[in-house]
């Protein structure tokens, strides 16, 4: 539909030189001197041109395999959106065409320069319609850039991780929040984090039983919700399982993994089957102990705190809860990227904590974050890539520099 308000120029293949020239093939270079590779020459400016690093049609041989020019340049478009044109390609061997904004996480988005600020407004607890005012945008518009935004930075959450270094300490703990009605639809929230660098390493939400004080109005409450979508399930513990095998995938170099939890009975046989009886050490704390600097279980309970904080559906008597599940999943991980790669670990450190784990070189801007599309797994284009180069190839240059 984009497409069609775009005014397109069409050049013959023989002109890819001139276009390989033209300004608006350049790629606007990030600070990225601590990135592995060769400095730039002292006294020139470095210009880089956007090369595909591969045809983004998923049929197409030249995906998975690209071969070296397997696509020409094709001209370039006018967005409205932009000031400057986007260069167009046309892939050898499948004979499609496809831009630079294909492999853009901004591909296809009506107003790319509000995206960078409504990621850092809703990771700061501001809710979607205070966002949607502030941005003199829709609510509409607001949300479906929430779920676009959300669903883009848990795939860069995922792609960007790596084996933990040894050293590390897990921690597990499930926080309560509800969706929509607060005294029929409570949810479980377990959390898993490394923490010392306090990166979060999963979180999702999971249903659970009503429990706790039953009112004549709240059984009520109860029964109608039952007859409406079918008696609520305890999902907690397949949940909780869940988040220890997204911890265990990462543990695979780790001699001993130091799991710290309170003292529900339920941990102790998943944390086994997670880890293996061989390997873990599982210290559990009384959930009892004041929730101070001194108690084990601090940087969990901080890490939540703070999830509490810049989450603003999962505070307390708050307008802006979540009034289905699946949208706080998706705050979840909007509040992990923003927690493990922009936020500096503590505000006297410079580093995030995937920094300070070993996954990124230092820490990324919003801007960075919403940089090139995520879905090729850690063949995707790194967020601080200096040409095109993957997660995957940057990552072993970083692997091989240490
Ligand atoms: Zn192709």
Not at 27 to 37: F, T
Not at 205 to 224: D, F
Not at 319 to 329: A, G, I, Q, T
Request: net charge positive.
């Amino acid at each position: 539909m984009a497409e069609n308000r775009l005014r397109i120029h069409h050049t013959k293949p023989d002109q890819f030189r001139r276009i390989r020239g033209f300004d608006c093939n350049r790629l606007a270079l990030p600070q990225i001197s601590s990135v592995p590779g060769p400095p730039p020459r002292a006294g020139t400016e470095e210009i880089v041109m956007f090369q595909p690093p591969r045809c983004p049609h998923r049929l197409c041989p030249q995906h998975l395999e690209p071969s070296p020019g397997f696509c020409h340049a094709h001209g370039h478009y006018q967005p409205l959106c932009r000031p400057h044109p986007v260069p167009r390609f046309r892939c050898t061997s499948c004979k499609r065409t496809f831009s630079r904004q294909t492999f853009r996480m901004d591909y296809r988005d009506h107003r790319p320069d509000l995206n960078a600020r409504l990621f850092q407004s809703l990771a700061s607890g501001v809710g979607l319609r205070q966002t949607a005012r502030n941005l003199r945008l829709s609510l509409r518009c607001t949300e479906l850039k929430f779920r676009k935004i959300a669903r883009h930075l848990r795939r860069l959450n995922l792609n960007l991780r790596a084996n933990l270094p040894s050293g590390s300490q897990l921690q597990l703990d499930e926080l309560e929040t509800y969706e929509g009605r607060r005294n029929g639809r409570p949810l479980s929230v377990p959390v898993v984090i490394e923490s010392k660098s306090r990166f979060v390493i999963w979180a999702e939400s999971a249903t659970i039983r009503p429990r706790g004080k039953m009112t004549p109005a709240r059984r009520l409450a109860i029964r109608e919700d039952e007859a409406r979508f079918g008696r609520r399930r305890d999902r907690s513990r397949s949940s909780v399982r869940r988040s220890l095998a997204r911890a265990a995938k990462l543990t695979g170099s780790l001699e001993w993994v130091q799991l710290d939890t309170d003292q529900k009975s339920s941990y102790v046989g998943l944390a086994r089957a997670a880890f293996g009886w061989s390997r873990l050490v599982h210290r559990r704390t009384s959930g009892k102990l004041p929730r101070t600097t001194a108690n084990p279980l601090f940087p969990i309970n901080h890490t939540e705190a703070m999830a509490r904080d810049l989450l603003g559906r999962l505070r307390r008597e708050s307008w802006l809860v979540s009034k289905k599940r699946r949208y706080l999943d998706l705050g979840l991980h909007l509040f992990m990227a923003y927690r493990n790669l922009v936020r500096r670990r503590f505000n006297f450190d410079q580093e995030s904590p995937a920094e300070l784990l070993g996954f990124l070189p230092r820490r990324i801007t919003e801007v960075e974050a919403l940089s090139w599309r995520q879905e090729l797994g850690r063949k995707s284009i790194h967020p601080l890539a200096r040409e095109t180069e993957s997660i995957e190839s940057l990552g072993m240059r970083a692997g091989a520099a240490a």
